[in-house]
């Protein structure tokens, strides 16, 4: 499903955060990006069975909440970490608005992650499938309590030139120095992957 992707690309950014935590957070506001990103998964999370295309595909965001819990646990101690007197003012409060957003991300992995847990020591299952998961989550929505959240219909218009394009462009920059720090290719290895990504 495409949405799937959407949501495994949202997760790689806010990964990529936490993974440069120290030298993001100085020269960017981060956090304001991580909080659109925790916004749309709100947005699913809280009105995602009315656009989905299926209850299926409601299913496998929490699928992948629970999967990907670690990225979100880990966002939330960096955003708790620096909102409670690691930052400046500005980092102080947008990491508080980050941490304050994620809520609804934290209750999914703490109401269903000892549901599974219990489900497979009851069930002497050392390894649960996906649809093993998902049969869990299914069976335990009825319990969950979410918070709802203002203003998750509004947005900035989209622009041509965000305010954000600046950051982008440091970001890929970034990715591609640190690929060819790490590649060392041999001017005939280059001529050979060069071809190859022109005969794409």
């Known amino acids: 499903c495409t949405h799937t992707y959407v949501h495994l690309a949202l997760v790689n950014i806010l990964k ?8 993001l957070v100085p020269e960017y506001d981060i956090f304001s990006v991580a909080q659109e990103i925790v916004k749309i998964f709100n947005l699913f999370i809280t009105y995602g069975d009315t656009f989905l295309p299926n209850p299926a595909a409601y299913d496998e965001l929490y699928y992948e909440i ?19 007197g690691g930052g400046s003012g500005n980092v102080r409060t947008s990491s508080a608005s980050l941490a304050s957003s994620l809520t609804n991300i934290c209750s999914i992995s703490t109401h269903f992650v000892p549901k599974i847990d219990s489900w497979s020591l009851q069930h002497q299952v050392a390894s649960i499938t996906p649809e093993q998961v998902l049969d869990v989550v299914r069976s335990n929505y009825d319990t969950l ?29 970034l ?7 790490t590649i060392s290719l041999s001017s005939l290895q280059q001529q050979v992957v060069l ?4 005969a794409l």
């Open 175 to 181: 990715v591609i120095q640190d690929t060819r720090s």
């Open 145 to 173: 309590t979410l918070k709802l959240y203002d203003n998750l219909d509004h947005y900035e218009r989209y622009s041509e030139k965000p305010k954000e394009t600046s950051f982008f462009t440091m970001l890929v920059r």
């Open 16 to 23: 990529y955060f936490v993974a440069n935590e120290q030298h």
């Open 195 to 198: 071809g190859e990504l022109a």
């Open 66 to 84: 629970i999967r990907m819990r670690k990225v979100f646990e880990d966002l939330y101690q960096m955003a708790n970490r620096l909102s409670g």
